[in-house]
């Protein structure tokens, strides 16, 4: 029974920031249909915000949300430096672009902060752990949930009840019929970029609250994990990311419980070649997105 | 002449004349820098034979280079340093040693193979699933490297690899490499993934099972990674997995962004600029370092540049610098209009 | 209302609209005719903003809107009902209604009203309101995406084979709600491969070959003139 709940336990909070930092990714893919390989990079940017914002003394509240609002802008800027003067032009050339944008912000923080990992300002929330029916887990797992479920609630509440949320949501869909009902393609766009920035910022905090440190490469993973999810959740659909993401930390966590030490080195192959086989079997990702209704 | 074996002879005349400058100039460093130079020309070369004629984004690349870096350092190291150096190997492969020119061709061999084998599936995937998997595909390669000590080392930097690459053997595979890329480039295979590349449909009407010709691409694509990955190794002298990783494919890519995917003369420019503004901005960097301006040490700013330079080419030129036409057929168009303006 | 001068569309090496010149007068049903593969859909979509016209002119109301953009000509009052029937499959019939009326989505009442007129016009689209469009069968997604349309207040209809694979009963209901529509006033041009019924409903009337306009006149005098059947079968 404890063991039952533990195991609830680190597959919820680490499946909400999995299936964050896939619905990161996937909005900005369902609609474009274009990867965004600098995604790693705006967790990496908040946490860096973090850092800095360290010094000012303020509320720590209010760092993180200075934090979050800096990755917002980040997402915002690869929208304008990467995507939007390419855009038009060819798959690969976004795709590099955005590499490129990758590399650049790195190689940024290496240079003007520095490649040592840096330490963030953390609550101490972050570090005090609970007990639960006899399990002992960190509060920040719980905080995990927590902000994973309202964060995915308030979601899926503006995706279906504004306009605003109907329209990206038709968007990523059939992007050309929406824009021949006159939803404006550059406000979509930058939306769904301001949003994966959001989606980044919160989880770049809960993420960082792990280790309680950022370094230039620290979003490698969260891209990784993204990509897996998002490829098992049907590449477009945002409640398959979702749900990709929830179905990746069960497999983790069952194989971090079962894998002998040696061959729990090699997860990223066998995870990474999950990905290969689902999508050779299924080009479009393992659970079905939207029918694109679009001839291809 | 032929305006392909034109093109062929002009490119490898530039090889040429590095080696005869480099050779004049009697510099160390300059040995070193060209040196390099060839190396990347071969990766960039190989790049190009596929993503130049299928026009699918491989990232996959410099996980072959690594495959081919490993296997000549397994066949080339001596016998009594392979204890050191590799304390974990296979009793089997302790024995094994072997030229290490032969052994840089069996590295590329190697190298095929192994793409062979993993890659036919993927080759029917276009668009964001092709260029994820290739993605996934490196970085198994990587964790691969990463983790398989008997073989590798683990993460740790493998030393003991032999010396053999000179400026000379990397121009002599530089050259080899250009002239195989301009013939599989006008090679049948060449012609119909092209075509592909422009209009699927119109391609697979001509009789081209494009999957098919994509794979062949691809393996030859690895078989020039895996030669420089090897030419690499046995220039370097000990290299961890990280080489084989993100950077150095962000680096090789750069230099095919620049030059122009499409041409293997945009290959063999992009190699020659990149490299040339990298060794500037190094030399600036390390500059900087030495006056002890800073706290910290200066890096990062060389791939800041390279990334800057890679996206406004993209935005301003999308093709790079030769986006189209190879230099033969440059020259020849432009030999053929001054011909008709003296007439 | 409408008029489009020596019009190309291509795609890559491909022209697929070689110099194409029509126009529609304001309140008249234009019929655009041709075999498969003619070029009607290229011009449509060219008008709607979703091609780039490789040369020529689009003109709406005396205004030149040649590369103007899709959600610009929506704006402008030109809504288009694509060839492809694209409801949004996994919005609801309300949420694609919704979209339609983008362009006015701060005059409430009057989406209301819009919203209210239409499903008097369909009622079938209200008893299905709140279900996946993706789960209409084909004659109520076409319903649906005329509908959908209609709430962008179009000046002008841009219609691409409407009947397309659907059962006769119910391409006699599209037709009528067709003639409903002119009849309130609204331009319309209309691709279709059902010549008779088109012809019947139109004004005027542009027959397509290979990219080209190959005749042009009033309905009455393309029905006489014009050997039809060897149209269709690409003479």
């Not at chain 1, 609830?8 to 299936?19: F, K, M, N, P, W």
């Not at chain 1, 720590?60 to 917002?72: C, E, G, H, Q, T």
């Not at chain 1, 003007?112 to 101490?124: A, Q």
């Not at chain 2, 990766?43 to 699918?56: A, D, E, H, K, Y």
Request: contains cysteine; charged residues 15%; glycine residues 10%.
């Amino acid at each position: 029974m404890t063991f039952a709940l533990q195991f609830l336990i680190d597959v919820l909070s680490l499946g909400g920031a999995y299936a964050l930092m896939a619905l990161g990714l996937v909005i900005v893919y369902g609609i474009l249909r274009l990867v965004n390989f600098a995604y790693g990079e705006l967790i990496m940017v908040t946490g860096y915000a973090l850092f800095l914002a360290g010094g000012t003394g303020l509320p720590w509240l209010v760092m993180a949300a200075m934090a979050i609002l800096v990755a917002v802008a980040t997402g915002i800027l690869t929208e304008y430096v990467a995507f939007r003067p390419v855009r038009a032009k060819s798959v690969t050339a976004v795709l590099i672009t955005s590499f490129a944008f990758s590399t650049l912000l790195q190689n940024a923080a290496l240079l003007f902060i520095s490649p040592r990992p840096r330490n963030v300002p953390l609550p101490p929330i972050f570090s005090q752990t609970v007990e639960i029916a006899g399990v002992v887990t960190p509060m920040r797992n719980l905080l995990t949930i927590a902000a994973a479920a309202i964060l995915l609630a308030v979601f899926a509440f503006l995706m279906r009840r504004t306009v605003l949320g109907v329209a990206m949501r038709a968007a990523a869909s059939n992007f050309t019929m929406a824009r021949m009902l006159g939803v404006p393609a550059n406000l979509v766009i930058t939306s769904a970029f301001a949003i994966s920035g959001l989606l980044a910022g919160v989880v770049g905090i809960l993420w960082i609250g792990r280790i309680g440190t950022v370094v230039p490469g620290i979003g490698m993973e969260p891209l990784l994990v993204a990509f897996i999810a998002t490829v098992i959740g049907g590449m477009r659909s945002l409640s398959g990311a979702v749900l990709g993401g929830f179905l990746l930390a069960f497999i983790d966590t069952t194989l971090n419980y079962t894998l002998a030490q040696d061959l729990l080195k090699f997860r990223d192959a066998f995870t990474f070649g999950l990905v290969i086989l689902i999508l050779l079997w299924r080009p479009q990702g393992l659970l079905k997105g939207p029918a694109t209704g679009q001839r291809t | 002449m032929n305006r392909h074996l034109l093109t062929a002879v002009l490119l490898s005349g530039l090889v040429v004349l590095l080696v005869v400058a480099t050779e004049a100039l009697g510099v160390r460093v300059f040995d070193r820098i060209a040196t390099n130079l060839c190396v990347s020309l071969v990766l960039v070369i190989g790049l190009q034979i596929f993503m130049g004629n299928s026009g699918i984004l491989s990232f996959a690349h410099i996980g072959f280079m690594g495959v081919g870096a490993y296997v000549s350092a397994l066949l080339t190291i001596p016998a009594q340093m392979k204890g050191m150096a590799l304390p974990d190997l296979y009793p089997i492969l302790q024995g094994i040693q072997v030229s290490p020119y032969l052994a840089i061709a069996l590295a590329g061999v190697a190298a095929a193979v192994v793409a062979a084998v993993m890659s036919y599936p993927l080759m029917r995937l276009s668009d964001a699933a092709a260029v994820i998997t290739s993605f996934a595909l490196l970085v198994v390669l990587h964790t691969v490297m990463t983790n398989w000590s008997n073989v590798t080392n683990g993460p740790r930097t493998l030393f003991g690899v032999p010396k053999a690459t000179d400026l000379l053997l990397a121009a002599g595979v530089a050259v080899a490499a250009i002239v195989g890329a301009v013939a599989f480039k006008e090679s049948r295979t060449g012609l119909l993934l092209r075509a592909s590349r422009d209009d699927e449909v119109a391609a697979a009407a001509l009789g081209a099972h494009i999957p098919h010709l994509r794979w062949r691409a691809f393996i030859v694509a690895a078989f020039f990674a895996g030669v420089g990955g090897a030419l690499w190794g046995h220039f370097v002298t000990s290299f961890s997995p990280n080489a084989f990783y993100l950077h150095q494919t962000f680096v090789i890519l750069g230099m095919l962004v620049i030059g122009g995917a499409n041409t293997v003369t945009g290959a063999v420019v992009g190699a020659f600029l990149v490299t040339g503004a990298f060794e500037s901005l190094r030399s600036v960097e390390a500059r900087l370092n030495d006056l002890k301006l800073f706290n910290d040490q200066v890096v990062g700013l060389t791939e800041i540049v390279l990334a800057l330079a890679m996206i406004a080419v993209l935005i301003l030129r999308p093709g790079g610098l030769f986006p189209s036409r190879e230099i033969g057929a440059v020259l020849a168009r432009a030999f053929a209009n001054k011909k008709k303006g003296a007439a | 209302m409408l008029e489009v001068k020596d019009l190309e569309v291509r795609y890559g090496a491909i022209r697929a609209v070689r110099g194409v010149s029509m126009k529609a007068e304001a309140g008249q049903l234009v019929a655009l005719l041709g075999a498969n593969g003619a070029g009607k859909s290229s011009t449509l979509m060219c008008v709607a903003g979703a091609l780039r016209a490789a040369a020529g002119s689009i003109r709406l109301m005396g205004e030149d809107v040649t590369s103007a953009r899709p959600e610009a000509m929506v704006r402008k009052g030109v809504a288009t009902v694509t060839e492809t029937r694209d409801v949004f499959p996994d919005l609801t019939v309300s949420e694609n209604l919704l979209l339609g009326s983008y362009v006015h989505r701060h005059d409430r009442a009057g989406v209301a009203a819009d919203r209210e007129r239409m499903l008097q016009l369909f009622p079938r689209l209200g008893e299905r309101a709140g279900q996946a469009a993706g789960t209409l069968s084909g004659g109520e997604q076409q319903m649906l995406v005329i509908a959908r349309a209609m709430m962008t207040r179009p000046k002008l209809l841009l219609l691409d084979e409407p009947s397309l694979g659907l059962a006769p009963a119910i391409v006699d209901q599209i037709f009528e709600m067709i003639r409903v529509l002119k009849s309130s006033g609204l331009t319309i041009v209309l691709v279709e491969q059902n010549v008779s019924k088109a012809l019947q409903l139109a004004d005027t009337a542009y027959v397509m070959r290979l990219g080209r306009i190959a005749a042009a006149g009033t309905a009455a005098e393309i029905a006489a003139t014009t050997d039809l059947g060897a149209l269709y079968l690409g003479g």
